[in-house]
């Protein structure tokens, strides 16, 4: 704590020399337990909000896993991948979303070979192709950060690769090891992690489809199964189709064609781990201690996590091996506008160290937003209406608070689609006949999700008319792009059709009036509901309101999670609701969510409406191996009609995140892809830390006047206690 | 007394295998380890060799109680539940599903929890006797009669409405601590003002009038009457009859929490962003941990047992009558 802070702060001067001693050297005891290193009493921060490039942020879940063979939430890859560098990156302006070279020197080279590993002959399609071969160079001459794993004695040995429990006596987190050290980054590096992904003992999420892309990963996995005291360290051990070429090229092979593994190139499961983390985190008494790569990344990107405490602080600070990147110098039209070009060219990353504090709960995030300790916050539905008004024509602008703050409102509409699905193994909305297929087009326009929008997420959403969301390829804009069975095109705009035409479905289905014509018995309807507490008693109050519209009778069969997944799993759920992030901008990465082969049923794939229509299999097949053009445009286009007309889902929405950044905040400009967008924000500090001192001015006068307030009604009774004690003396 | 701990230590144990069969069994009734698997390896991609290749992992591949496969005691020991409980009874707590060492994490977590609970404790118990005994000295006054209906208004008021009309009040409007957050050292000073305070204000209604209560039962004793009939003051009587003799049904309920403290508080410490240990088996439950609820759940019974064993110990020290065999 630094005294000379709030010596020179105004306020409490001036308030010093208006009391008298007593209340004087109450003040400076408040002081000193109350104030900060800085002017501000209530900095959370204990640093001055001017003194360095730092960002303040907050989070709300504890990431669990940090090992990027493991890692597989957005979580934790709001922090790994500050570290982590896989070869390829989303360009962070450019929309829709397009790949460019992170580690990697320039674009893979593709090649398709067949059956003898000889490439095909030019105007061979490549559908024909028994292998693909991704070729990757890496730059050359990038550095890790700064690791204990690699720091190494005088004559070249590792010098904590061979530690013993006296060793670890006096160390509890990675900085107890008081040396460093750093090496080039190799090929090999990216080899050695596609081993570890296929090694079980890793868990590697996709482990599984990854298995039937690349050959030899398979057996590789086997092998390790199969065989007894495989150290971790799996350098010894080789994968047919994952090579390291040079110390600056390494190969990929897959069986067939893959078009989608470019993206999977994007991820940090591909990113590069250097064989001595293993080495140096799987000795005995390292676990104990919790040091593992779960807790202490190391990457070779712009950030290194140097303070872990996820149930307080994530401390994120530059890299002082990072070799600089430059800022893009184009994005989408309409960028320059906005400043995102403004520091184009400069060299990255701008911010040096970057706090994100554990913030459990809305409200206290919310009001340190607005007291400028968190430059970055998200709105919550419980300050949705101080942050955000609707204009006349619905147009989305931030209240005058907002404005007078000069705080500034991003948006983006999620690459994800929530969906309410229909079992089509179920007998009754389920099939693929006229009736049931009348039954889920009538349900689908009588769930009205631009009334659920805009009540249950303040209108941060918009209605899907198929599974894929706007900016991936494959959807059309306007009139074009609706669902026509559910919606029309009127005035320039897309209108849900009448709860009469449902009704009309409703009666050609059989069951007007909401009576099955073929039994006489009303129709009732089952909804698997994960969680039917208080919090969403009025969401499910809504949904049997829109069945009602039909005269269905929906029945909500509370459930929890786990079994709710059972459920799905067994194919005993009727009407569900669920939803999917893309890992990837590729229409497959939406459309395999109904391609028969993925029922959940059957593969337990991620197919939960256990859709299966063999022409939508055949049209998905022949789609998801061809380029983005004309073609692949047209199958989609059919694709779409198939869903459309048959309806195993109501199509839901697609989330918009909106995102507040205080005027001092530059470049932040939304992505839903990627992650590693740390290096681009860049804080104009001086302002912040001006703005943080007119924000937050003590106020000390109410204390003292309640102080006061209490002394005299302890006076009276002090009073009443000496003359009780003087009466009882006579 | 040493027999009595002894034999205490020795109920303990059928209480804690007890305690620990519930747990599990509540656990399990609700997760299967096969939708435990599931949970740790996410939804997407995962299969069912994963999901078995996590299971033998981690412990999960055997049956829940009872292998029929197995023959003589190994049909009780290699099971699920004798294997993940039999080393709770040496405190060793193991890892988390996730990989974490518990027992780090727990005296990690601790003290921050104590950071909070210690002083709550402390002011509260000050404050709250203070105010009893003058409540207790002006009984039947107004102001006796004023103060208890202020206990009851704090009493009817939801710890939650205290919390964050203090950090509106306190951290937002007059701008005088931090709304939330935590530091290591003396920099926490700032960051526990609130909570101290909040917890010490929450705490002044339900404990001043039961305080209060006890005081006034003490007053009417004969002795304090030979007390005052001897000519001694009201303050000697107060702080050094009625104080002390009320002091056995305190330490009853102050005594039995005091190890309680190390869990923390879920709701202040969540508020606040406190990293002590109140949201840890909650956390821990939502992300199906079975290996931290357990322990946390043992720990949360010793603690109990050694609270209530402590309270026995404090009544031989608070009344020299008492006697333990």
């Given at each position: 704590?630094?005294?000379?802070?709030f010596i020179t702060?105004p306020i409490?001067?001036?308030?010093l020399h208006?009391?008298?001693?007593?209340?004087?050297?109450?003040?400076?005891?408040a002081?000193?337990l109350?104030?900060?290193c800085?002017?501000?009493?209530?900095n959370?921060?204990?640093?001055d909000p001017?003194a360095?490039?730092?960002?303040?942020a907050?989070?709300?879940?504890r990431p669990?896993?940090m090992?990027?063979?493991?890692?597989?939430?957005?979580?934790?890859?709001?922090?790994?991948q500050q570290?982590?560098?896989?070869?390829l990156?989303y360009?962070?302006?450019?929309?829709p979303y397009e790949?460019?070279p992170?580690?990697?020197a320039r674009?893979p080279?593709?090649?398709f070979?067949?059956e003898?590993?000889?490439?095909l002959?030019?105007?061979?399609?490549?559908?024909?192709?028994?292998?693909?071969?991704?070729l990757?160079?890496?730059?050359p001459?990038i550095?890790?950060?700064?690791h204990?794993?690699?720091?190494?004695?005088?004559?070249g040995?590792?010098?904590?690769h061979?530690?013993?429990e006296?060793d670890?006596?006096?160390?509890?987190?990675?900085l107890?090891?008081p040396h460093?050290?750093?090496?080039?980054l190799v090929?090999e590096?990216?080899?050695?992690q596609?081993?570890r992904l296929?090694?079980?003992?890793?868990?590697?999420?996709?482990?599984?489809i990854i298995?039937?892309?690349?050959?030899?990963f398979?057996e590789?996995?086997?092998?390790?199964q199969n065989t007894?005291?495989v150290p971790?360290d799996l350098?010894g051990?080789?994968m047919s189709?994952v090579?390291?070429?040079?110390?600056?090229?390494?190969r990929?092979?897959l069986k067939?064609t893959y078009?989608?593994f470019i993206?999977?190139l994007a991820m940090p499961f591909?990113?590069?781990m250097?064989?001595?983390a293993?080495?140096?985190h799987?000795?005995?008494?390292m676990a104990?201690?919790?040091?593992?790569?779960h807790w202490?990344p190391?990457?070779?990107?712009?950030?290194?996590?140097t303070?872990?405490n996820?149930?307080?602080?994530?401390?994120?600070?530059?890299?002082?091996?990072?070799?600089?990147?430059?800022?893009?110098?184009?994005?989408?039209?309409?960028?320059?506008?906005e400043?995102?070009?403004d520091?184009?060219?400069?060299?990255?990353p701008?911010?040096?160290?970057a706090?994100?504090?554990?913030e459990?709960?809305n409200?206290?995030?919310?009001s340190k937003f607005?007291?400028?300790y968190?430059?970055?916050s998200?709105i919550?539905?419980?300050s949705?209406?101080q942050?955000?008004?609707?204009g006349g024509?619905g147009?989305?602008?931030?209240?005058?608070?907002?404005e007078?703050?000069?705080i500034?409102?991003?948006?983006?509409?999620?690459?994800?689609?929530?969906?309410?699905g229909?079992n089509?193994?179920?007998p009754?909305?389920g099939?693929y006949?006229e009736?049931?297929?009348?039954l889920r087009?009538?349900?689908?326009?009588?769930?009205?999700?631009?009334?659920n929008?805009?009540i249950?997420?303040?209108?941060?959403?918009?209605?899907?008319?198929?599974?894929?969301?706007?900016?991936?390829f494959?959807?059309h804009?306007?009139?074009a792009?609706?669902?026509?069975?559910?919606y029309?095109?009127?005035?320039g705009?897309?209108?849900r059709?009448?709860?009469e035409?449902?009704?009309?479905l409703m009666?050609?289905?059989?069951?007007?009036?909401?009576?099955?014509q073929?039994?006489?018995k009303p129709l009732?309807?089952?909804?698997?509901?994960?969680g039917?507490?208080?919090d969403?008693?009025?969401?499910l109050n809504?949904?049997?309101?829109?069945?009602?519209?039909?005269?269905?009778?929906?029945?909500?069969?509370?459930?929890?999670?786990?079994?709710?997944?059972?459920?799905?799993?067994?194919?005993?759920g009727q009407?569900?609701?669920?939803?999917?992030h893309?890992?990837?901008p590729?229409p497959e990465?939406f459309?395999?969510?109904?391609?028969?082969?993925?029922?959940?049923?059957?593969t337990?794939?991620?197919?939960?409406?256990?859709?299966?229509?063999?022409e939508y299999d055949?049209?998905?097949?022949?789609m998801?191996n061809?380029?983005?053009g004309?073609?692949r445009?047209q199958?989609?286009d059919?694709?779409?009609?198939?869903?459309?007309r048959?309806?195993?889902w109501?199509w839901?929405f697609?989330?918009?995140?909106?995102i507040?950044?205080?005027?001092w905040?530059?470049n932040?400009?939304?992505?839903?892809?990627s992650y590693n967008?740390?290096?681009y924000r860049?804080?104009d500090?001086?302002s912040?830390?001006?703005?943080?001192?007119?924000?937050?001015?003590p106020?000390v006068?109410?204390?003292?006047?309640?102080l006061?307030?209490l002394a005299?009604?302890?006076l009276?009774?002090?009073?009443?206690?000496l003359r009780r004690?003087?009466e009882?003396?006579? | 007394?040493?027999a009595?701990i002894?034999?205490r230590?020795l109920?303990?144990?059928?209480?804690?295998i007890?305690?620990n069969?519930?747990?599990?069994?509540?656990?399990?009734v609700v997760n299967s380890?096969e939708?435990v698997?599931?949970?740790?390896?996410?939804?997407?991609?995962t299969t069912?060799?994963?999901?078995?290749a996590w299971?033998?992992?981690h412990?999960?591949?055997k049956?829940?109680?009872?292998?029929?496969?197995a023959g003589?005691?190994?049909?009780l020991?290699?099971?699920?539940?004798?294997?993940?409980?039999?080393?709770l009874f040496?405190?060793?707590?193991?890892?988390?599903d996730?990989?974490?060492?518990?027992?780090?994490?727990?005296?990690?977590?601790?003290?921050?929890?104590l950071a909070?609970a210690?002083?709550s404790?402390l002011?509260g118990l000050?404050?709250n006797?203070?105010l009893?005994?003058m409540?207790a000295?002006f009984?039947?006054?107004?102001?006796?009669?004023?103060g208890?209906?202020l206990?009851?208004?704090l009493?009817?008021?939801?710890?939650l409405?205290?919390?964050?009309?203090?950090?509106?009040?306190?951290?937002?409007?007059?701008?005088?601590?931090p709304?939330s957050?935590?530091?290591?050292?003396?920099?926490?000073?700032?960051?526990?003002?609130l909570?101290?305070?909040?917890?010490v204000?929450?705490?002044?209604?339900?404990?001043t009038?039961?305080?209060?209560t006890?005081?006034l039962?003490e007053i009417?004793k004969?002795?304090?009457?030979t007390?005052?009939?001897?000519?001694?003051s009201?303050?000697?009587?107060?702080f050094?009859?009625?104080l002390r003799n009320?002091?056995?049904?305190?330490?009853?309920?102050?005594?039995?929490?005091?190890?309680l403290?190390?869990?923390g508080?879920l709701?202040?410490?969540?508020?606040?962003g406190?990293?002590?240990?109140?949201?840890y088996?909650?956390?821990?439950?939502?992300?199906q941990?079975?290996?931290i609820?357990?322990a946390?759940?043992f720990?949360?019974?010793v603690l109990y047992?050694?609270?209530l064993?402590?309270?026995d110990?404090?009544y031989t020290?608070?009344d020299?009558?008492?006697?333990l065999?």
């Amino acid at each position: 704590m630094n005294s000379n802070h709030f010596i020179t702060n105004p306020i409490p001067v001036r308030f010093l020399h208006r009391c008298g001693p007593p209340c004087r050297w109450g003040s400076v005891v408040a002081l000193v337990l109350l104030a900060g290193c800085d002017d501000s009493w209530n900095n959370p921060h204990g640093e001055d909000p001017g003194a360095g490039a730092v960002l303040y942020a907050s989070f709300s879940d504890r990431p669990q896993f940090m090992d990027p063979a493991r890692s597989y939430t957005s979580t934790a890859y709001g922090f790994i991948q500050q570290v982590y560098e896989p070869p390829l990156a989303y360009h962070y302006l450019k929309r829709p979303y397009e790949l460019v070279p992170l580690s990697a020197a320039r674009m893979p080279e593709v090649r398709f070979l067949d059956e003898r590993g000889d490439e095909l002959p030019p105007g061979v399609p490549a559908e024909e192709a028994a292998y693909t071969e991704y070729l990757i160079d890496i730059q050359p001459g990038i550095l890790y950060q700064p690791h204990s794993a690699l720091a190494r004695r005088e004559d070249g040995g590792y010098r904590y690769h061979d530690l013993t429990e006296a060793d670890l006596e006096s160390v509890n987190v990675l900085l107890d090891f008081p040396h460093t050290g750093s090496r080039e980054l190799v090929a090999e590096d990216f080899v050695y992690q596609i081993k570890r992904l296929a090694d079980p003992r890793r868990h590697c999420p996709i482990a599984g489809i990854i298995a039937e892309y690349i050959e030899g990963f398979a057996e590789f996995q086997a092998h390790i199964q199969n065989t007894e005291g495989v150290p971790m360290d799996l350098r010894g051990l080789s994968m047919s189709g994952v090579e390291s070429l040079s110390r600056y090229r390494y190969r990929v092979r897959l069986k067939g064609t893959y078009p989608q593994f470019i993206y999977w190139l994007a991820m940090p499961f591909f990113a590069p781990m250097p064989w001595e983390a293993d080495v140096f985190h799987e000795q005995p008494g390292m676990a104990q201690r919790n040091l593992t790569l779960h807790w202490y990344p190391i990457g070779t990107g712009p950030y290194m996590l140097t303070e872990n405490n996820p149930n307080l602080r994530m401390v994120l600070e530059r890299n002082p091996n990072f070799r600089g990147e430059p800022y893009p110098s184009e994005g989408e039209p309409g960028d320059a506008g906005e400043g995102f070009l403004d520091d184009q060219g400069r060299i990255m990353p701008f911010v040096d160290r970057a706090v994100f504090s554990l913030e459990k709960e809305n409200i206290p995030r919310w009001s340190k937003f607005l007291q400028g300790y968190y430059d970055l916050s998200g709105i919550g539905s419980d300050s949705f209406d101080q942050a955000i008004e609707y204009g006349g024509g619905g147009e989305v602008g931030l209240t005058d608070e907002m404005e007078e703050k000069g705080i500034a409102l991003r948006t983006a509409v999620d690459l994800t689609v929530y969906y309410m699905g229909f079992n089509m193994l179920d007998p009754v909305v389920g099939g693929y006949g006229e009736r049931s297929r009348l039954l889920r087009r009538a349900i689908s326009i009588a769930v009205d999700y631009e009334e659920n929008i805009s009540i249950f997420t303040n209108g941060r959403g918009i209605p899907a008319q198929g599974p894929l969301p706007p900016q991936i390829f494959g959807v059309h804009e306007g009139e074009a792009g609706i669902n026509p069975y559910v919606y029309r095109w009127e005035d320039g705009r897309a209108v849900r059709r009448g709860i009469e035409e449902a009704r009309e479905l409703m009666r050609r289905a059989g069951y007007q009036n909401g009576i099955d014509q073929e039994t006489g018995k009303p129709l009732v309807l089952y909804y698997e509901a994960v969680g039917a507490g208080p919090d969403a008693k009025a969401s499910l109050n809504w949904l049997r309101k829109q069945f009602a519209k039909l005269d269905i009778q929906l029945v909500i069969r509370a459930t929890d999670y786990n079994r709710f997944r059972a459920k799905m799993r067994k194919g005993t759920g009727q009407i569900f609701q669920w939803g999917w992030h893309a890992d990837y901008p590729d229409p497959e990465n939406f459309l395999f969510l109904l391609y028969g082969p993925n029922a959940q049923v059957d593969t337990n794939g991620p197919n939960s409406a256990n859709y299966k229509n063999p022409e939508y299999d055949a049209l998905f097949s022949q789609m998801k191996n061809i380029p983005n053009g004309e073609r692949r445009q047209q199958i989609i286009d059919e694709m779409l009609d198939i869903l459309r007309r048959d309806a195993p889902w109501a199509w839901g929405f697609h989330p918009v995140s909106y995102i507040l950044s205080h005027q001092w905040v530059h470049n932040n400009k939304p992505t839903t892809m990627s992650y590693n967008t740390l290096k681009y924000r860049r804080i104009d500090t001086e302002s912040r830390a001006a703005e943080i001192r007119e924000w937050n001015r003590p106020t000390v006068w109410p204390v003292w006047a309640g102080l006061g307030a209490l002394a005299l009604l302890i006076l009276p009774a002090l009073v009443g206690f000496l003359r009780r004690e003087r009466e009882r003396g006579r | 007394m040493i027999a009595y701990i002894i034999r205490r230590a020795l109920y303990a144990i059928p209480i804690l295998i007890g305690v620990n069969l519930l747990t599990f069994m509540l656990f399990f009734v609700v997760n299967s380890p096969e939708e435990v698997a599931r949970l740790h390896l996410g939804d997407k991609y995962t299969t069912q060799e994963q999901v078995e290749a996590w299971k033998q992992e981690h412990g999960y591949d055997k049956p829940l109680l009872y292998n029929p496969e197995a023959g003589g005691l190994e049909q009780l020991t290699d099971t699920i539940f004798y294997t993940k409980s039999v080393r709770l009874f040496v405190f060793d707590f193991g890892n988390s599903d996730s990989g974490r060492n518990i027992g780090h994490d727990i005296r990690q977590r601790m003290w921050p929890s104590l950071a909070i609970a210690v002083p709550s404790l402390l002011l509260g118990l000050l404050l709250n006797a203070t105010l009893a005994l003058m409540l207790a000295f002006f009984r039947a006054t107004y102001l006796d009669v004023g103060g208890v209906v202020l206990c009851v208004v704090l009493m009817s008021i939801s710890s939650l409405f205290y919390i964050i009309g203090g950090q509106y009040l306190v951290g937002k409007l007059l701008q005088l601590v931090p709304i939330s957050g935590y530091d290591t050292g003396f920099e926490a000073v700032k960051f526990l003002i609130l909570p101290v305070v909040i917890g010490v204000i929450y705490g002044i209604g339900s404990g001043t009038r039961w305080y209060r209560t006890l005081f006034l039962e003490e007053i009417s004793k004969d002795y304090v009457r030979t007390a005052r009939a001897k000519g001694l003051s009201e303050q000697w009587v107060l702080f050094r009859h009625v104080l002390r003799n009320a002091l056995i049904p305190i330490l009853t309920g102050v005594v039995v929490i005091l190890p309680l403290l190390f869990m923390g508080s879920l709701i202040t410490e969540s508020f606040f962003g406190i990293p002590g240990l109140g949201s840890y088996t909650i956390d821990a439950i939502q992300r199906q941990d079975f290996s931290i609820v357990r322990a946390m759940v043992f720990l949360g019974t010793v603690l109990y047992i050694l609270g209530l064993l402590l309270t026995d110990i404090s009544y031989t020290l608070a009344d020299p009558r008492i006697r333990l065999r």
